[in-house]
């Protein structure tokens, strides 16, 4: 669309460039009409003059030749009569055609005129034209500014408050992962504390376990002592018994056989 109007637009200062060329090629043949049409009434006026003269000569002659008394003076007056009505009909006709061209020149002035009214008038008409066109611009050309500045003003603004929410967001997002942090970290805190105790507790029990084992197996061979030295003792009694039962059986004789 833009396309278009930009066509458009050029099409028109195209056509406004032809039409003044135009109306300058106008007013340059209507100059040059004027001044063919001038050229010939002069010419017409000069053909009007000459016609006159050579009437007024033929007149001259016709009275010469009406004065004379010969016998050839009818014929000399016959002719200068004839080269007369000559006369008169090359003025006739010279000064129809000065009239002619005097009326030419008239209306192709006359027509001239109104024309060069109309090019005034058009030209002033587009000088108000072009001095409203250019008030309109102007104007136009403010409110644009105007708009563009409260559409800038606008954005500035709209970009200061959604900075302003970007921050406020990022700040609650930061005060969130601070207490996220800092809850995660006393949950592995409490956990730490907890397996400690944990292992404490293990550890504690598996030594309470450890010295139960290790006195049970102390007792079980406590127990398993006192009998062994319950019976050491009882066999040196029993060898002092045989010891002192031996030399008596010894002091007894042997049977015969």
């Known amino acids: 669309m833009a396309a278009r109007k930009t066509k458009a637009v050029n099409t028109v200062d195209q056509l406004e460039k032809q039409l003044a060329q135009l109306q300058d090629q106008l007013s340059k043949a209507r100059a040059a009409e004027e001044q063919s049409a001038a050229k010939a009434v002069d010419a017409q006026q000069k053909a009007v003059t000459k016609a006159t003269k050579a009437l007024q000569a033929a007149k001259t002659k016709l009275a010469t030749a009406k004065k004379k008394k010969t016998p050839a003076a009818a014929k000399q007056v016959a002719t200068a009569n004839a080269a007369v009505k000559k006369a008169q009909g090359e003025v006739s006709g010279a000064r129809e055609g000065l009239a002619t061209a005097k009326q030419q020149l008239a209306t192709i002035k006359s027509t001239n005129k109104v024309a060069k009214q109309h090019e005034t008038a058009m ?11 250019k008030v309109a611009d102007r104007k136009a050309a403010a409110k644009a500014k105007a708009a563009a500045k409260k559409a800038a003003a ?7 408050k959604a900075a302003a929410k970007a921050k406020l967001a990022a700040k609650k997002a930061a005060a969130k992962a601070k207490a996220a942090a ?6 592995q805190k409490a956990a730490e504390k907890k397996a400690a105790a944990k292992a404490r507790a293990a550890a504690k029990k598996a030594a309470a376990k450890q010295k139960a084992a290790a006195k049970k197996t102390g007792a079980k061979s406590k127990a398993r002592k006192a009998p062994t030295a319950q019976k050491a003792k009882a066999t040196p009694a029993k060898r002092t018994t045989a010891a002192k039962k031996a030399p008596a059986k010894r002091g007894r004789k042997p049977k015969a056989k």
Not at 182 to 187: G, I, L, R, S, V
């Open 123 to 133: 030209a002033k008409a587009q000088r108000e034209l072009a001095k409203k066109q």
């Open 154 to 160: 606008k954005q500035k603004a709209a970009e200061k």
């Open 182 to 187: 800092k809850k995660a970290a006393a949950k």
